[in-house]
């Protein structure tokens, strides 16, 4: 157990509709990473929050959004979903010095299949 | 640009053989880490090990060795004697130190997949 959790583990819906990802990580950790994994495409970045601020971004479409909330915990909006979107999406979160050697602590992920 | 490639997308070895898992990386900053990820079956992500540009030394960590060539901008992951539990994706990782900009990004390769043979 890598003590972050990820809430819907699995999420089925539609073309068009909008879903909300939640991330609580690691009691600690002030950085939480989120990434999108689609079958041949690997981990692909999304976003990366500190403590309640954007610090980098990735490839993150317009139609999704994030956010880090005062008590740590994240969300990723999706909206307006597409067949695409369907894939894992993965959260990690890390101390700072945990992130200046890679030392990720992932969830087991949110599956999303758009149909 | 791709910054991290893994050029082999699947791989068979002999249980109790060496692997070498191939990752090269693009980065013109002279500061940053490289990291291997495990991923099983299962789903889970599993950290393994890291390198820092300035180590002089190559990492390792049990079984898993990181084979780094800075000048070939490359970060090999060396598992010896294999074991039929090391059946998973690999993936490699790169951190560029943005510090100026607070930059932490960490990007992924595409992986490869290895399965150990009885």
Sequence with gaps: DSGVTQTPKHLITATGQRVTLRCSPRSGDLSVYWYQQSLDQGLQFLIQYYNGE???????LERFSAQQFPDLHSELNLSSLELGDSALYFC?????????TGELFFGEGSRLTVL | AQKITQTQ?????????????DCTYDTSDQSYG???YKQPSSGEMIFLIYQGSYDEQNATEGRYSLNFQKARKSANLV???????DSAMYFCAMREDRTMNRDDKIIFGKGTRLHILP
């Excluded at chain 2, 997308?9 to 898992?21: D, I, N, R, Y």
Aim: charged share 20%.
């Design chain 1, 54 to 60: 954007e610090r980098a971004k990735g490839n993150i």
């Design chain 1, 92 to 100: 990690a979160s890390s101390t700072l010095a945990g992130v200046r």
């Design chain 2, 9 to 21: 997308p699947g791989m068979f070895v002999q249980e109790k053989e060496a692997v070498t898992l």
């Design chain 2, 34 to 36: 490289l990291f291997w």
């Design chain 2, 79 to 85: 598992i010896s004697a294999s074991q039929l539990g």
